[in-house]
């Protein structure tokens, strides 16, 4: 049975895309024994299953997904953060102070105030309850320094790429280290500014070309030619 697209095409939602076989994957759904796209993106074909990466995305939290977040408000036991999705997650003061929280003893906004930002964990997540946090876990808590970007959520595995190679490739080339938030929100930390700025440029040339074929290549001769340029300036 046949399919109605061409890889990497950009369809809008109700649009046809294929029928018979085909399984339905991300942002797509079945009427009429008929896959349709739900929102609008870029279609691609994995194997028997239709997929569409949606172009801009809010993003929905998962259990175990690592976020980056911000406090946006300090509350009584605990803080709301802003996770960049259409809801805000809660984390305990019991998480992050180890022991169990005293009210009359704790001041919560010396340990995180309002606009700090956190390297976190979804501990629990249901359509009943907010998300909740933890930051009981190694590599998670306040961020201290560093600069953070953002990008479309759905963008993220592109980042990765495949097996880890896109950013692991990144991080080699600039020495930084990188924190990728599933939320879409990225730490780069590196040992100077300029470190960080190529590493970020990186990504963000990942960001705006995702859709593209031979973006590995494209990756490398930047950050190549960036480096060349700067040994060039220093003689």
């Known amino acids: 049975m046949p399919t109605y697209f ?10 046809l895309l294929a ?3 085909y399984q339905t994957g991300e942002n797509t759904y079945v009427e009429g024994g008929k896959i349709c796209a739900s929102r609008i993106g870029l279609v691609d074909l994995d194997n028997k299953k239709v997929n569409v990466v949606a172009l801009k995305a809010f993003y929905a939290p998962k259990v175990g997904d690592i976020i980056i977040g911000s406090v946006k408000e300090v509350g009584f036991n605990g803080w709301t953060i802003d996770i960049k999705a259409p809801y805000d997650a809660l984390l305990r003061a019991s998480d ?3 022991r169990p929280f005293k009210p009359q003893n704790d001041e919560l906004s010396q340990v995180l105030d309002q606009g700090d930002l956190i390297v ?5 997540y249901d359509r009943a309850h907010d998300p909740q946090l933890t930051v009981g876990e190694p590599g998670l808590g306040k961020i201290t ?3 953070l970007m953002c990008v479309t959520p759905t963008k993220i595995p592109r980042v990765i790429g495949r097996k880890g190679s ?3 490739m990144i991080k080699q080339e600039t020495n930084c280290q990188i924190i990728l938030g599933l939320n879409g929100v990225i730490l780069v930390t590196g040992k100077n500014p300029a470190d960080e700025g190529l590493a970020m440029k990186a990504i963000q ?3 705006d070309e995702s859709h593209t074929t031979g973006l590995t290549d494209r990756i490398t001769q930047l950050l190549k030619d960036e480096k060349a340029n700067w040994e060039e300036n220093k003689q």
């Open 205 to 207: 040339k990942i960001e």
């Open 166 to 168: 896109m950013i692991s």
């Open 19 to 21: 029928e018979g076989e």
């Open 6 to 15: 061409e890889a990497k095409q950009l369809v809008t939602p109700g649009e």
């Open 120 to 124: 976190a964990k979804i501990a629990s």
């Open 96 to 98: 992050v102070l180890s």
């Open 145 to 147: 320094r560093g600069q």
